[in-house]
């Protein structure tokens, strides 16, 4: 997919341009901006939607500089404008005045967690969404904020798959004794999660000693139904996998870039627009589906509509579609930042769940703590132009390696120059010729681990295509991941 650059000028070629007569200055048919409105400025994968647009002011080689465009199309409306940021921001300021009239409150921290979050607790910032009692207690098992986020953040999955639980006694994610674990709990769990029956769950050899035991039984979240215990008897920890993910039918291919086979990337999903294709999306549940966040302009009306939109499932051609699954719901992370493309990641609620077979199987999401270091070989699909300025996407699902890249390499003056965020992650080829032009904007970046596929990153932006020092950036599924099962809670089916 064409990706706008952060340097001005741009270089040569480095979005799509259409042959159509130019509009007025910047009356351009933008999918997600009004006329008289100018884009946002940060560059990231632009999806093409049908018919081509029309841009205005563009020659062969040059492109409007720092700004971000998308397209919608030529029959729809495409709203927006300085009246929309107006609302916006009065909306906003009266949110904040009824926090601070009404003691609740609007954190505006984001959500992330790493390793060193472990040992906060009830401090944790709460997501600025919701809201919450000032006397609210985190992992307890009680919901005290309106839409629950207080319980969300609970449940994770550390290194093989071990059930990790934080409670309101101890701040950190201990892994959960296997002694009075069974089946029904399991099933509990999951579907806590957002999830339906868990797919395997056994015991597993564990050599930490701090842990959590199941105390009591009832409908509450697990948080609230366990307790803080020395060790575990026989150092047994429970295993849990709520859905069984990550498995390929077809394992041949050939290193860099080719089309790809049924059954080769069973995750990979193309996300239609009033009938075209627009973005990729990801499977990662029977249920839900993650993509970005930048595939729906929130100022267009149409964009964020679920019914305008359709996923389909197992699809290695645009020629050969199978019957679609429609959306329920679209979730756009709240602290996505259109203008630095920081936490670029939207997730989709299906009316129907998916049928998985040998060729539509849903991806793992990462394991709490799990790295793939610099140099990695990850893959990346979709159904992006294969050619540098096209407004065209391929009819055939296409495919390329890509090697994880260092973010302090990436943020080097010579590549993005600082533009990569904590929540974005770079792969490619320093040296170019292998990108996720390859691929979609919300399609998979995944990395095999033992014997499974995980979801690493999701293509996100960059500048030009293929080019040398500019690789492509993605969406850093570990950091988004606490957003991500919160959400999935909240709309469990």
Known sequence: MAKHDLNDPPPPYS?????QPPLKSYEEVVYGVGPGLRPPTQPHYIPQYPPPAIV??????????RKKRSCCESNAQCY???GGALLVLGLLALAIWLGVRYGTRLSTAEIHHDEDDDHRSENMPLPKYDTCPNNTVQCNGIRDCQRGTDETNCVRFGANNGLQVRTSQDGRFLPVC??????????QTCTQLGFRKPSVTKAMKSQGS????VANRSSVPIQGLVQVSSSCPDQETVFLQCVDCGRQQSTSRIIGGSVAKTGQWPWQLSLHFRGSHVCGGVLISPDFVLTAAHCFPSGNTLAVSAQYWKVYAGVVSLDNLPQPYLVKKILLNENYNSKTNDQDVALLKLTSPVLFNDEVQPVCLPLSGQQFPHGTKCWTSGFGTTVAGSGTVSKDLMEVTVDIIDTQVCNSPRVYGGAVTTNMLCAGDLEGGKDSCQGDSGGPLVCQGEDHWYLTGLTSWGAGCGEKNKPG?????SSVLPWIYSNMQQERP
């Open 15 to 19: 979005v799509a341009v259409h042959t």
């Open 56 to 65: 205005a002011q563009v020659t062969q080689s040059h492109i409007p500089p």
């Open 80 to 82: 927006g404008g300085a």
């Open 178 to 187: 296997y002694k009075g674990w069974d089946q029904s709990l399991a099933e």
């Open 210 to 213: 701090i842990s959590v035991t």
């Open 473 to 477: 950036v993605y969406t850093k599924v």
